[in-house]
């Protein structure tokens, strides 16, 4: 009898460790998943852009980023009309020092519709340098300036 107890002991820590080990991130293998997934996504990644920008910053492409995005990098490049006009063009000030230190008066921030919302959300576009119809460098965040990742995508009016 005492060995059908044992039995139970061992498959009840078996069914534990495994728990733990899943809970953990370990697969079989030995590897941790996270660096596995980490891995993998930095090498797809860095197949559409580089994984860092000389900013420092991630790197993302247009595509990457939310479908509503599109229209407004088109209206950043022939100038607007622009869905708030009273908020979109207008100066960036930079104050979370997240992007590279510039004058005042360098960046520009645009809204980026978040769907579902009655306000303007938290998705922006914030460019910087040169004129504002072709900015040097283009940031995208989509939680409202906690972070942000450099548009590597070359971005220019097709008209220009």
């Known amino acids: 009898m005492q060995r059908s107890g044992n039995k139970k002991i061992t498959g009840v820590l078996g069914v534990a460790l495994i728990a733990a080990a899943t809970w953990l991130g ?16 930095t090498s797809a990644t860095s197949t559409v852009a580089p994984l860092r920008t000389t900013s420092g910053l991630p790197a993302c492409s247009l595509e990457s980023l939310p479908d509503q995005t599109e229209p ?9 009309p622009f869905a708030y006009p009273d908020n979109d063009g207008t100066r960036f000030g930079n104050y979370e020092g997240i992007l590279p230190e510039e ?4 960046y520009r921030e645009y809204t980026v519709d978040t769907p579902g919302l009655n306000h303007r959300g938290p998705l922006r576009i914030v460019t910087g340098g040169s004129t504002e119809t072709d900015p040097d460098v283009w940031y995208f965040t989509g939680d409202h300036y906690e972070s942000f990742c450099e548009i590597t995508d070359e971005l220019t009016d097709a008209e220009g």
Do not use: C, H, M, R
């Not at 370990?26 to 993998?40: F, H, R, V």
């Not at 209206?75 to 607007?80: F, H, P, S, V």
């Open 26 to 41: 370990i697969n079989a293998s030995g590897e941790d998943q996270a660096d596995t997934t980490a891995t993998t996504a």
């Open 103 to 106: 004058p005042a008066g360098y």
């Open 72 to 80: 407004v990098v088109e209206d950043i490049l022939t100038g607007g």
